[in-house]
């Protein structure tokens, strides 16, 4: 029987390990999250936060899997009947674009090979191309995990704004947040 030592050492893309020091908060007997210093500390996160969204923005903090805060997104800002356009980068972009389809939404594809992130030009000219602002957001994967594809999520808002369009920029940064430009 082979032995090893130390704590197991997870080695895929993701859930990421955590580090010690984390794991060693989370030991702490339970908060009352009703009462007085939960509150303190919820203030306090919210703030200090906002530098990791790169916003001075408030920063809503919703506790669920990828997949949930995906639903959360397109059914907290859209209606059933409403056309996303949708940047194809990889496996999870795919799988957003077939929930953004079951939850009654039309999504309009940009199709990519898998070998690179949303394109900010071809953004910006399927933006052009609707003059009648039928688009209500455009959704892009930041950090593909499925392929590593990198999207600039700053190029394809000065899209948005280039086009002068109204359309709202949905990112999923689930695995780029912190550690990708
Ligand atoms: C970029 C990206 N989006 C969405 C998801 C889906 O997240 P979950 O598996 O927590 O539902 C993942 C999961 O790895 C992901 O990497």
Not at 42 to 66: D, H, R
């Amino acid at each position: 029987m082979s032995y090893k030592a130390g704590p197991h050492f997870l080695q895929i893309p993701g859930p990421s390990n955590i580090p010690g020091r984390v794991l060693r908060a989370i030991e702490r007997p339970t908060m009352d999250h009703r009462g007085p210093s939960f509150q303190d500390l919820a203030v306090e996160v919210l703030e200090k936060i906002k530098p990791i969204f790169k916003t001075s923005q408030p920063v809503v903090i919703f506790p669920s899997s990828g997949t949930g805060a995906w639903e959360a997104a397109l059914v907290n800002t859209l209606s059933p009947g409403d056309k996303v356009l949708m940047y194809e980068t990889g496996q999870f972009s795919n799988l957003w674009i077939e929930l953004a389809s079951r939850l009654g939404l039309k999504p309009e594809i940009c199709q990519g090979d898998w070998r690179g992130g949303a394109i900010a030009e071809v953004i910006e000219e399927r933006l052009l191309a609707d003059t009648t602002k039928q688009i209500k957001a455009v959704c892009i994967v930041h950090n593909e995990t499925s392929t590593g594809a990198l999207s600039n999520v700053k190029a394809v808002r000065d899209a948005i704004d280039n086009a002068k369009h109204p359309a709202l920029l949905l990112v999923d940064t689930i695995s780029g947040l912190g550690s990708r430009a």
